[in-house]
């Protein structure tokens, strides 16, 4: 891996882990579903520039089902559960509880393909659930009322990201960035009904809320994305996988810089069984992946 591709895998890890902080910022300010009804619109309209500027089309009469259901489960309702359980849930635990996404995709592969799990997968999968029952037990017991149901929606969120993952697999080839410009459009449109039966907020944001809904928006989305297929085209899918394992690193180091975010024991070591288990469940190997990277580079 070049020294350029090193920096953005660790800027699109900075970025993706800063997602929780924004969340956590805009929130409680404008509501759950403004504020993702705003992150999936700004990404949407920054990325239809980036497709005119780079003339990518987006093929929606023949794709538009497709980008629907990818947006639904790739971006609408897991971004509304993850900035349902920012109410209450820190954006350390929100981006370790993020990890387990890798997990859930292993389990549902398994069971769409009706193969029974290996003892390493089945062995990862319950690592995850360790992990998240340390995380889970002890920050619930210091969390306000409802927050066994925030832990249970970020939960959620990460079984979304599985569920895409799953469809995607299972569905014919599109451009990468075609998808994440469709699915962004998808996702503004799912977002829309939720927008509309939630309370608006009475009062204009402040600036700091403002800029974490367009950091949240344009960079957390829009940029986050073309950093995303621009590693997948140059090193490979397996390599940038190790953004899974640098994102809750960022989101705990972020929680705790600009929220004072405590990092206890139980952060470090639920942290731990969870990305443990999530190189189980997916048999990844950042090793391996990196030495196939360069045997095929020579």
């Known amino acids: 891996m070049t020294h350029a591709n090193l920096c953005r895998l660790l800027a699109l890890a900075a970025i993706w882990g800063a997602s929780f902080l924004f969340m956590r910022v805009g929130a ?7 504020l993702i009804f705003l992150r999936v619109a700004l990404a949407a309209l920054f990325l239809v520039a980036v497709a005119a500027a ?6 929606l009469a023949r794709n538009w089902r497709h980008y629907l259901v990818l947006g639904l489960f790739n971006s609408a309702l897991p971004f509304l559960l993850f900035a349902h ?10 981006s370790i509880l993020n990890a387990t996404a890798p997990i859930w995709g292993a389990l549902l592969g398994a069971v769409v393909t009706r193969t029974r799990l290996s003892a390493k ?49 299972s569905t014919t080839a599109v451009d990468a960035f075609a998808n994440a410009h469709g699915s962004m459009w998808a996702a503004t449109v799912w977002v829309l009904p939720a927008l ?12 700091p809320v403002v800029a974490a809904i367009v950091a949240l928006g344009i960079v957390c989305s829009g940029v986050a994305y073309l950093l995303y297929f621009r590693l997948i085209a140059e090193i490979g899918a397996m390599p940038t996988l190790t953004v899974t394992f640098l994102i ?25 069984l969870v990305l443990a288990g999530t190189a189980l469940a997916t048999g990844f190997s950042p090793r391996a992946a990196f030495a196939a990277r360069a045997a095929g580079a020579r």
């Open 196 to 207: 509309w039966l939630a309370p608006l907020p009475t009062a204009l944001p402040e600036a």
């Open 54 to 59: 780079l003339t990518k089309p987006l093929q």
């Open 121 to 169: 997968a089945a062995a990862g999968l319950l690592l995850g659930i360790a992990g998240v029952a340390v995380l889970a037990g002890v920050e619930a017991a210091a969390l306000p009322a409802g927050g066994g149901r925030a832990i249970a929606a970020a939960l959620g969120a990460a079984l979304c990201y599985g569920i895409a993952t799953t469809y995607a697999r």
């Open 85 to 94: 359980a920012a109410l209450t849930v820190s954006a350390s635990l929100l």
């Open 28 to 34: 409680p300010a404008v509501g759950p579903a403004a």
């Open 248 to 272: 809750p690193a960022f989101g705990v180091l972020w929680g705790h810089l600009f929220l004072g975010e405590a990092v206890g024991w139980h952060t470090l070591a639920g942290a731990v």
